[in-house]
Every structure is written in structure tokens, then in C-alpha cells.
């Protein structure tokens, strides 16, 4: 069974996107013809969904580019009595991505991780292939994407039918990998020698916490604040989110061994998640990380 499994990293999602644009050129035919199942958390969730639903990840890309500075426009610059960002330009997006499309209407095997914060549970969004545990396959495919996408602080929770409120996925499955470890063997019956996962990262960060011996260790450490800008750094979440996925990883790895196939690639900085100025340099990068594992690339895709 072939699963590709994307992470979670906001605007460095164009990372991940630059590197199935170049897998889909390469092999002419779309993702979700090379993989069995596709899973993907928050900006992750919406390549995912793209690729499943057999969007040009070229059309994904300039989406990014399109909406990626509308998305990050700051309401407020604290997040203390709203959110920074609204979810207007969010949700355009993916409803002008993804219109009336339910999880019923997809059968191909989808997973988006998300968290319900009404009843304090993790959980996952599936496509209609059969599992029981998704009890509601009313939901749009939109509604599920955005879920996954409600970073905490940054975003809003996402009201789902007024059953719930759920959050970013990455809270807890940043890198979906095993979750589709999880997905193959207990629902698919499938053994881990028949488990091939290609998970992309959304860049390897290097987040600046020195040694100082001034520092209070409060608040705006964690989150800096920055004048003239007006603009506080999501250090934490930041943080948060990469310690996630490479702790699965580091797991997986052991538990699939060569079946587990990993991009990524040192950032060489800070990019937060919510920095659409790094665009550019995320798709460069992507393009250069594609080059770097192409000849891996063709190996696994031949098993």
C-alpha cells in the first residue's frame, strides 16, 4: 500500500506543493494516481484534498501565491480579545477550491486530522471508503480542510454544523504518518512489510531560542512582538509543530525502516507559518529538494 502523508506548516505548505508540482510533471499523471491513500494535516489538509481530488498542483501553487498574503492579513496584532487573522480569505479559498464536495462524494481514502476543543478529542476526518468510525460523511470537504487549518491564537475554531468546534490538526498529528500507519493495518489489514509511506515536510526550521542570561522567559519570548511591523512571530506554535513531525518521523522511521521515505530540508532560518513573503524561497527550495531526491523518488514510486 503507497500513502503520501503531508505535514502541517502553514504558508511553508508551498514547499510540499513545489515538490508534487515537479513529481506530477516528471511522471505526467496526477498524485493521486501514484498513491493508494493521501493523508494531510492543516495546510497539509488542503494539498491532500487537492491532490485527491486530481487538482494540477501548478493550479495549487498559484493558489498559494494568490492567497497567501490575503490569508495572512492581521486583524489584530495580539490575539487577545480576537484572533490575529480572520478566516475570510481562508475559507474563500477552499471553498472556491473544493465547492460542494462532501466526504461522502470521495471515495479515494483520505485522512485529515483535526481537534474537536467542545469535547477535548483528537480526531480524524475520512473520505467515504468504508470505516466506520466516520459517522458523518455530510460534512464538506471544505468545512474538514479548514478544520485542520484553525491554528489556535492565529484562527478562529471552525463551527461544524453547530455539533462542534475543531482546531488545527497539528496539535497533535502535524506529520499524519502514523496515523496512516494506524489507517493501513487496523482498518486495510495490512502488514508494516506492505506499508510504503513518501511523507513531505514543510521545511526544517531553525528557530532562534539563545542563551541570555537578561532573558525573563515570558510571553514575549515565546512569541515575540515586533515594532514597526505590529506583527508577533508564532515562535511557539512554530516549535510546537516541528518538534511534532519529527518526533513521528523519528518513529516511523524505526518502524518501517526503508519503507518510509522522508522530504524535508533545512530552512537555514526562522520561516514562520504565517510569512508569505518566503514564497518565493519555499518554492525554490521545493524545485531544488525534488532535484536532490529524484532518483529516490523513482525508486519508490517503482515498488
Given at each position: 500500500m503507497r500513502i503520501l502523508c503531508i505535514d502541517g506548516g502553514g504558508i511553508r505548505g508551498v514547499f510540499?506543493?513545489?515538490?508534487?508540482?515537479?513529481?506530477?510533471?516528471?511522471?505526467?499523471?496526477?498524485?493521486?494516481?501514484?498513491?493508494?491513500?493521501?493523508a494531510g494535516t492543516s495546510t497539509g489538509a488542503i494539498i491532500a484534498a487537492s491532490a485527491t481530488l486530481e487538482l494540477n498542483?501548478?493550479?495549487?501553487?498559484?493558489s498559494y501565491i494568490k492567497y497567501g498574503h490575503?490569508?495572512?492579513?492581521k486583524q489584530t496584532p495580539f490575539g487577545f480579545l480576537k484572533s490575529v487573522y480572520s478566516?475570510?480569505?481562508?475559507?474563500?479559498?477552499?471553498?472556491?477550491?473544493?465547492?460542494?464536495?462532501?466526504?461522502?462524494?470521495?471515495?479515494?481514502?483520505?485522512?485529515?486530522?483535526?481537534?474537536?476543543?467542545?469535547?477535548?478529542?483528537?480526531?480524524?476526518?475520512?473520505?467515504?471508503?468504508?470505516?466506520?468510525?466516520?459517522?458523518?460523511?455530510?460534512?464538506?470537504?471544505w468545512d474538514a480542510v479548514l478544520s485542520s487549518s484553525s491554528a489556535p491564537i492565529f484562527f478562529p475554531p471552525n463551527n461544524i454544523n453547530n455539533h462542534y468546534l475543531a482546531i488545527d490538526g497539528g496539535l497533535w498529528a502535524n506529520n499524519p504518518s502514523l496515523v496512516c500507519i494506524t489507517e493501513a493495518q487496523h482498518f486495510f489489514k495490512k502488514n508494516l512489510d506492505d506499508i510504503h509511506i513518501m511523507s513531505i515536510g514543510t521545511g526544517l526550521q531553525k528557530i532562534d531560542f539563545s542563551i541570555e542570561t537578561k532573558k525573563k522567559w515570558g510571553v514575549t519570548q515565546w512569541l515575540p512582538f515586533h515594532l514597526p511591523s505590529m506583527k508577533m512571530t508564532p515562535k511557539l506554535l512554530d516549535l510546537a509543530l516541528h518538534l511534532s513531525s519529527e518526533s513521528v518521523t523519528y518513529h516511523c522511521q524505526h518502524i518501517l525502516g526503508e519503507h518510509y521515505f522522508r522530504i524535508?530540508?533545512?530552512?537555514?532560518?526562522?520561516?514562520?507559518?504565517?510569512?508569505?513573503?518566503?514564497?518565493?524561497?519555499?518554492?525554490?527550495?521545493?524545485d531544488k529538494t525534488f532535484q536532490k531526491n529524484r532518483k529516490k523518488i523513482a525508486v519508490f514510486l517503482a515498488t
Open positions: 510540499a506543493v513545489a515538490i508534487l508540482r515537479a513529481i506530477e510533471k516528471e511522471y505526467n499523471q496526477p498524485i493521486s494516481d501514484m498513491f493508494d491513500m493521501i498542483m501548478g493550479e495549487v501553487q498559484e490575503k490569508i495572512f492579513t478566516d475570510r480569505y481562508l475559507r474563500h479559498y477552499m471553498q472556491e477550491a473544493f465547492g460542494d464536495i462532501t466526504l461522502f462524494d470521495i471515495k479515494k481514502p483520505l485522512l485529515i486530522p483535526t481537534v474537536d476543543i467542545t469535547h477535548g478529542n483528537p480526531f480524524v476526518l475520512r473520505s467515504n471508503y468504508g470505516n466506520a468510525e466516520q459517522n458523518d460523511y455530510s460534512i464538506k470537504l524535508n530540508e533545512e530552512l537555514g532560518k526562522e520561516v514562520p507559518f504565517d510569512a508569505p513573503e518566503y514564497i518565493d524561497f519555499l518554492v525554490d527550495l521545493g
